[in-house]
Every structure is written in structure tokens, then in C-alpha cells.
T-cell receptor
Framework: DQQVKQNSPSLSVQEGRISILNCDYTNSMFDYFLWYKKYPAEGPTFLISISSIKDKNEDGRFTVFLNKSAKHLSLHIVPSQPGDSAVYFC?????????????FGKGTLLTVNP | KAGVTQTPRYLIKTRGQQVTLSCSPI?????VSWYQQTPGQGLQFLFE???????NKGNFPGRFSGRQFSNSRSEMNVSTLELGDSALYLC??????????????FGPGTRLTVL
């Protein structure tokens, strides 16, 4: 059973526009969420995170929104740049008991066209 | 600060052999987690070590094992390699003291090919 789902395998946007990447989860015990960006044959690069006590977190061009009742989060990138083209992974964790296991979605390939 | 380093970056082995991968976390970080990435299964958690003790474990067979040294460096071992073990193996480093806020930072990975 996939506990973290990224239902869009790919997304294409124009440079300068907004990119919105979505993620749904089923485990209500998840209380910390992270977004990573990944290029082929490289490790994931941390972008932004959000705790379940918040519903929004911003860092520069990146904003993550969390809707706990819908078990849904989204990553907004504004404005999108060609260098943002990569696979984006949503990951979730339950923090109880010093749990550091991340459960990942399958990823969304973002392509930003010049 | 230097990032997470993994060695070797690439490895080719044959079925039945064993392999050891190494991970050096960010200085000051005491938690090291290991993940396997394959095209079919995505990124899956193997295990996590903190202060030389395995603290969390994923759903992998006993052929996959690890350890952590007093300097927080970690090694992962896979014995009796199978074709399906071909994957990108990633380690992630974090301070390890606050699971509700810690960020995990990944290394570049080791690409293992089993022939």
C-alpha cells in the first residue's frame, strides 16, 4: 500500500509561470513532510519542509502548503526557472519514537520550458 | 561544512558476491539512514543508525545489514547479491536528536550493478 502518492508523473510549465506539485498521503500519523529535488544519478537535494503544526512554509521561490484534513500537500515554485527541471519527491515521516524513516512518493518530473 | 559523502560511487559485482558501501555524514550529525532506489519500487528505507545502534529498520531481508562507527561513519553490507539488488543506494545524514524537525541530507549515492 502506497502511503505517499504523487499522482502526476510529469508536469510541464513555461519559464516564469507557477509550478504546482501535489502529494497525497494516507497515514494520519505522518507529522513531518519534506520536498526533495533530484537529478538522475545524484542524491536528492532538500528543498523545503513543513511540520503538521503549520499549514504553510515559505523559502524564497518555494512554498509548501499542508491541508491535514485532506491529507494533501503541495509545493509551489514561483517563478519557475529552467534550472528547476528535475524530479521532485514528496516524503513523509512520523516523529514518534525517534523515527527517522522517510516514506517517499514516486516523484513528479518537472520540465520548465524556456 | 562538507556534505554527505559516499564511496564508491559506482560498483559492479556478480551474483552471489557481497558488497560493502560507505557513508560519511555531515560533521556533527549522528544519524545515518540508508535508502535503496530502483525504477520499480522508488526510494525505500533500509535502516537508520544513531550512536552506533540501529534505531529503525525497513522491510528488507537479512542479507542487508549495516553498522555505524564511533565517528558516525556508516557502512552497509549486502551479502549473496541478487540481480534485483541492482540499484542506487543512498545515505542520508541528520543531527538525529529531533525527529519532528530534523532535515535529512542525502549523499550522491552508490550505483550498484549486479551481473
Amino acid at each position: 500500500d502506497q502511503q505517499v502518492k504523487q499522482n502526476s508523473p510529469s508536469l510541464s510549465v513555461q519559464e516564469g509561470r507557477i509550478s504546482i506539485l501535489n502529494c497525497d498521503y494516507t497515514n494520519s500519523m505522518f507529522d513531518y513532510f519534506l520536498w526533495y529535488k533530484k537529478y538522475p544519478a545524484e542524491g536528492p537535494t532538500f528543498l523545503i519542509s513543513i511540520s503538521s503544526i503549520k499549514d504553510k512554509n515559505e523559502d524564497g521561490r518555494f512554498t509548501v502548503f499542508l491541508n491535514k484534513s485532506a491529507k494533501h500537500l503541495s509545493l509551489h515554485i514561483v517563478p519557475s526557472q529552467p534550472g528547476d527541471s528535475a524530479v521532485y519527491f514528496c516524503a513523509a515521516r512520523t516523529s514518534g519514537g525517534s523515527n527517522y524513516k522517510l516514506t517517499f512518493g514516486k516523484g513528479t518530473l518537472l520540465t520548465v520550458n524556456p | 561544512k562538507a556534505g554527505v559523502t559516499q564511496t564508491p560511487r559506482y560498483l559492479i559485482k556478480t551474483r552471489g558476491q557481497q558488497v560493502t558501501l560507505s557513508c560519511s555524514p555531515i560533521s556533527g550529525h549522528r544519524s545515518v539512514s540508508w535508502y535503496q532506489q530502483t525504477p520499480g519500487q522508488g526510494l525505500q528505507f533500509l535502516f537508520e543508525y544513531f550512536s552506533e545502534t540501529q534505531r529503525n529498520k525497513g522491510n528488507f531481508p537479512g542479507r542487508f545489514s549495516g553498522r555505524q562507527f564511533s565517528n558516525s561513519r556508516s557502512e552497509m553490507n549486502v551479502s549473496t547479491l541478487e540481480l534485483g539488488d541492482s540499484a542506487l543506494y543512498l545515505c542520508a545524514s541528520s543531527p538525529g536528536l529531533a525527529a519532528n524537525t530534523d532535515t535529512q541530507y542525502f549523499g550522491p549515492g552508490t550505483r550498484l550493478t549486479v551481473l
